[in-house]
């Protein structure tokens, strides 16, 4: 039985095929709209998981305990916040930091300020416009940095407002090839400083050229001597702060909180005028915006599939019309309903099918040619392919049931007489 039932397959999805090579245009302006909506889902799918990825890898640099003190950042972004209304917020200071470091739970606290764009001079060699951060001692111990060439900066060098440089691997790769850059004097600027050190290559975001390696770093107290003190024209700091081992981050977090609340005289009715940034948070932030992605993606693909899934109804419509004495011929040497209902249900099926795997390898191709022409990273999981091949298959069956029905239900007699 189950051999005959097997044949009688085989023997459907040879009629299936013979029917779409017979009708190469038709069948082929049929798939159109599905193999558009395979391309999409495959090709939008493998970017914006590869984005997702090698953003998350980047997120995960913050570390899973690490609390950020921001006067302003994504989190009131999304809830909703102007900028009009954050920019009047109190600026961070570095007496906000020394106060955090004195808490029992805090183990590390790093202190961040920035500036805008400097270019770093090495005799007749110069960078593009590269940020300057200025830090503390704990710099690298917090941002979870591994130092390639050198030291760190030491407390001395901060106290003593020292004009010592670390670089990023932009700086040191445009101005230091195959040099040591340990001693060296540079301009930063308009000022030399001694490079001491030089960071190891950080995660870009998403995996793009977002500038995550163009950076050098110096002492926080030299950057306040060269680019103006922290709280003047506007100018906010960003407190980095690593628990103690023994301490829960969420406890460490609830002290920081307490105590910059305390700090900005801000009342128990009140929202905190600053922000607390985590890990978790930062993931949370981000789920929500790639959802509302993938969603969109969905919807888009979905209008191509439908397309396509009406232009095979009506061919498959045109399809029975066309082929209602061979119908009635089948019916009349013993076919039953249900094979001539598999019939034309196989041959949507196998039709969309066969679109689906063009739209695939469409998709595909497009994600690899852009990772080849940008480096844009990209991922080609095997279940989105399966999607890709469901989805086909299942427009194909959906779209193709009405026609399918239609045939099954000719009545023979009337089928044989169809001119």
């Known amino acids: 039985m189950a051999g005959v039932r097997a044949g009688l397959l085989g023997e459907i999805v040879g009629m299936s095929v013979d029917t779409l090579r017979t009708n190469k245009m038709r069948s082929a302006l049929t798939v159109l709209g599905v193999v558009i909506g395979i391309t999409s889902i495959v090709g939008m799918t493998s970017l914006i998981r590869g984005f997702d990825q090698t953003l998350r890898d980047s997120i995960r640099e913050l570390?899973?305990?690490?609390?950020y003190v921001q006067k302003m950042g994504a989190l009131s972004f999304t809830a909703g916040k102007t900028f009009q209304e954050l920019i009047k917020r109190?600026?961070?200071?570095?007496?906000?930091?020394?106060a955090i470091a004195e808490l029992p739970s805090v183990a590390l606290v790093d202190l961040w300020l920035t500036s805008g764009g400097s270019r770093v001079y090495y005799g007749n060699q110069r960078t593009k416009q590269i940020g300057v951060l200025g830090v503390t001692e704990n710099f690298a111990a917090v941002g979870f940095m591994k130092l390639e060439h050198g030291r760190f900066i030491v407390p001395a060098e901060v106290q003593n407002r020292r004009q010592v440089v670390v670089l990023g691997q932009t700086p040191y790769e445009s101005l230091f090839q195959n040099v040591d850059p340990i001693g060296k004097k540079v301009r930063v600027g308009t000022r030399e400083y001694t490079v001491i050190g030089v960071v190891g290559k950080r995660p870009n975001m998403g995996g793009l050229a977002s500038g995550a390696d163009d950076f050098v770093v110096i002492?926080?107290?030299?950057?306040e001597k060269f680019y103006g003190r922290v709280g003047l024209f506007?100018?906010?700091?960003?407190?980095?702060?690593?628990p103690r081992e023994d301490v829960r981050r969420d406890a460490a977090m609830s002290e920081v909180e307490e105590l910059m609340r305390i700090r900005h005289n801000v009342r128990l009715d009140e929202p905190n005028d600053f922000d607390l940034l985590t890990q978790d948070a930062m993931m949370k932030v981000w789920d929500q915006f790639s959802q509302a992605t993938f969603l969109a993606l969905v919807v888009i693909s979905s209008i191509a599939l439908m397309v396509g899934g009406i232009g095979v109804m009506a061919i498959m419509m045109i399809s029975v019309t066309e082929r209602t004495r061979e119908i009635g011929v089948r019916k009349a040497l013993g076919a039953r309903r249900r094979e001539i209902l598999w019939q034309f249900l196989i041959e949507a099926a196998f039709l969309t099918s066969f679109g689906g795997i063009l739209?695939?390898?469409?998709?595909?191709?497009?994600?690899?040619?852009?990772?080849?022409?940008?480096?844009?990273?990209?991922?080609?999981?095997?279940?989105s392919f399966a999607i890709g091949i469901g989805f086909s298959a299942g427009v194909g069956i959906f779209f193709g049931l009405f026609p399918a029905i239609k045939a099954s239900r000719l009545d023979p007699i009337e089928a044989l007489r169809y001119e």
């Open 359 to 383: 739209g695939i390898l469409f998709g595909s191709g497009i994600g690899l040619t852009i990772h080849w022409i940008s480096e844009f990273p990209i991922s080609l999981p095997w279940w």
């Open 63 to 67: 570390g899973p305990s690490t609390i």
């Open 90 to 98: 109190p600026n961070l200071l570095p007496s906000d930091a020394r």
């Open 219 to 223: 002492p926080y107290t030299t950057h």
């Open 234 to 242: 506007n100018r906010s700091a960003m407190i980095a702060v690593v």
